[in-house]
């Protein structure tokens, strides 16, 4: 008789079923008028307003949006959330740090260059109407690439973290929230208050998986894969982890037996990190960084500098 593997006497491991995604236009326009509803709600006599805002946001989620469809990432789906703002919701097998910054930059960096661009003909031929859709541009895009979570600049700092990762993500999580509900406060702006209050939750699950993956590192244990390729022999290692660490789940396994097996399994999903191939060279991180800072601040300069004048706006209103 064959001498067999020790780590061929785990049973299989459960099977996780993925909910398929499609993308559906229809579930986008619906969103889309939903979230013009709601601001039509309180801006009732800005009809023009509510317009270049969704314009706005939906050229900046198209830009994700191609650019994933692009790197062949599944389950794609761009949504409107109400008085909050939009998303595109993807994912890949496995990520590459270079296509995820151009994923991530295809947000902001053209929204800065069409607010550019509409800031320019709009000075030059004195158009209004022109001149407040690249201030909505410029604004809304500038905004987006300040480093606080979940913003596109949040999501560029994310992907220049390499050691420590589960720390600066809390620790950044942490001052995120703390900024937002700060500025909501004092701007009287509860939205924004309310949303750093929520993101306050995120940063207690950000402490969680710090800790556990921290107690992972000690033990020596891979948690860097997609939960396919983890064999079974490294799915109970990691499982006899988590339930080490969270008591409670403990508990209920003991009570439950296998009909827990599915949730312990979501537990072991939860605590893995998508593999990232950092292929992204020192020069393109430069670059992502000069075009990073000159989107910034350039704008800023063209509003608040001599290079335009706008007295012929002010003497329009």
Same mark, same amino acid.
């Given at each position: $008789?064959?001498?067999?593997?020790?780590?061929?006497?785990?049973?299989?491991? #459960?099977?996780?079923?993925?909910?398929?995604? !499609?993308?559906?236009?229809?579930?986008?326009?619906?969103?889309?008028?939903?979230?013009?509803?709601?601001?039509?709600?309180?801006?009732?006599?800005?009809?023009?307003?509510?317009?270049?805002?969704?314009?706005?946001?939906?050229?900046?989620?198209?830009?994700?949006?191609?650019? $994933?469809?692009?790197?062949?990432?599944? *389950?794609? !789906?761009?949504?409107?959330?109400?008085? +909050?703002?939009?998303?595109?919701?993807?994912?890949?097998?496995?990520?590459?740090?270079?296509?995820?910054?151009?994923?991530?930059?295809?947000?902001?960096?053209?929204?800065? @260059?069409?607010?550019?661009?509409?800031?320019?003909?709009?000075?030059?031929?004195?158009?209004?109407?022109?001149?407040?859709?690249?201030?909505? &541009?410029?604004?809304?895009?500038?905004?987006?690439? &300040?480093? %606080?979570?979940?913003?596109?600049?949040?999501?560029?700092?994310?992907?220049?973290?390499?050691?420590?990762?589960?720390?600066?993500?809390?620790?950044?999580?942490?001052?995120?929230?703390?900024?937002?509900?700060?500025?909501?406060? &004092?701007?009287?702006?509860? %939205?924004?208050?309310?949303?750093?209050?929520? +993101?306050? &939750?995120?940063? !207690?699950?950000?402490?969680?998986?710090? =800790?556990?993956?921290?107690?992972?590192?000690?033990?020596?244990?891979?948690? =860097?894969?997609?939960?396919? /390729?983890?064999? *079974?022999?490294?799915?109970?290692?990691?499982?006899?982890?988590?339930? /080490?660490?969270?008591?409670?789940?403990?508990?209920?396994?003991? @009570?439950?037996?296998? /009909?827990?097996?599915?949730?312990?399994?979501?537990?072991?999903?939860?605590?893995?990190?998508?593999?990232?191939? !950092?292929?992204?060279?020192?020069?393109?991180?430069?670059?992502? @960084?000069?075009?990073?800072?000159?989107?910034?601040?350039? #704008?800023?300069?063209?509003?608040?500098? #001599?290079?335009?004048?706008?007295?012929?706006?002010?003497?329009?209103?």
């Amino acid at each position: $008789m064959e001498n067999q593997n020790p780590t061929d006497w785990y049973a299989p491991k #459960p099977v996780l079923e993925k909910v398929k995604v !499609r993308s559906n236009w229809g579930l986008t326009l619906f969103s889309v008028l939903l979230f013009a509803l709601s601001f039509l709600y309180i801006f009732s006599d800005e009809l023009d307003f509510v317009f270049y805002l969704v314009l706005v946001l939906f050229l900046h989620e198209l830009g994700h949006y191609l650019l $994933m469809k692009q790197f062949k990432y599944e *389950d794609l !789906r761009m949504l409107f959330i109400p008085l +909050m703002g939009a998303f595109v919701q993807g994912s890949k097998k496995h990520y590459s740090q270079k296509e995820s910054f151009l994923v991530i930059a295809a947000g902001p960096f053209p929204g800065v @260059i069409l607010g550019l661009v509409c800031l320019h003909f709009s000075v030059a031929y004195q158009l209004s109407w022109l001149l407040e859709l690249s201030f909505l &541009f410029l604004f809304l895009n500038v905004i987006n690439l &300040f480093p %606080i979570d979940p913003l596109d600049g949040g999501q560029l700092f994310k992907l220049f973290v390499k050691r420590k990762r589960d720390f600066f993500l809390l620790i950044f999580s942490l001052l995120s929230s703390l900024l937002m509900m700060t500025v909501g406060y &004092f701007i009287e702006s509860w %939205i924004l208050f309310a949303f750093g209050l929520l +993101m306050s &939750f995120k940063v !207690r699950g950000f402490q969680r998986n710090y =800790e556990l993956r921290k107690y992972l590192d000690q033990l020596q244990l891979n948690y =860097e894969l997609n939960y396919e /390729d983890l064999s *079974d022999y490294d799915y109970h290692q990691l499982k006899n982890a988590i339930l /080490d660490r969270q008591p409670r789940l403990a508990q209920l396994v003991q @009570i439950q037996g296998a /009909d827990a097996a599915e949730l312990v399994a979501a537990h072991v999903n939860a605590v893995l990190l998508a593999p990232l191939k !950092r292929d992204a060279s020192t020069w393109f991180k430069a670059i992502i @960084i000069v075009v990073w800072l000159l989107s910034i601040l350039l #704008p800023v300069y063209l509003l608040l500098g #001599p290079t335009y004048d706008f007295t012929w706006y002010f003497e329009k209103l």
